[in-house]
């Protein structure tokens, strides 16, 4: 994608979101390599926060000399937190999440960027209140979850 039309993509959203339109998504896919199954979650609070694993490793010479060596690997940790999530879907987060435990998947997020990793955290543990859609009461859920990968 040239960058005329990522600032074109991007003015769009903005437009969007200024007029109180969301379209704004992100997609877990199965396994990775030849995805099966594939999981869209819309609307994420954006500003997910991102966290290094930086290890730091320190040596003492014979002399008395004290090396330290950062090490920063390439996977990041994610946190990702979702509001006003449907019931159905939370299930279906679930669902998703019991067949990839353990296995690599596609992580696609709202600016369209590509991560492979793993589902660290469990989200079956969500807040759930009540909320009137057009004159209908609905169970919307709040949950946050935690993805360890690296860009593609």
Not at 71 to 83: D, G, S
Not at 96 to 113: H, M, P, Q, R
């Amino acid at each position: 994608m040239d960058k005329n039309a990522q600032i074109s993509k991007s003015s769009r959203i903005l437009i969007l979101l200024i007029k109180g339109i969301s379209i704004l998504s992100i997609t877990f896919q199965y396994p990775y390599a030849t995805p099966t199954l594939t999981l869209t979650l819309r609307n994420p609070e954006l500003g997910d926060s991102e966290g290094l694993d930086i290890k730091t490793r320190f040596q003492i010479t014979m002399n008395g000399e004290i090396y330290s060596h950062r090490r920063t690997p390439e996977n990041k940790r994610l946190i990702l937190t979702f509001r006003s999530v449907t019931k159905a879907l939370v299930l279906e987060l679930r669902d998703f999440i019991k067949l990839s435990s353990g296995e690599e998947i596609k992580y696609t997020d709202y600016n369209a960027v590509i991560w492979r990793g793993y589902i660290t955290s469990n989200p079956i543990e969500s807040a759930t209140e009540s909320k009137i859609v057009n004159g209908t009461c609905i169970e919307v859920s709040a949950f946050t979850l935690e993805f360890k990968g690296s860009i593609v």
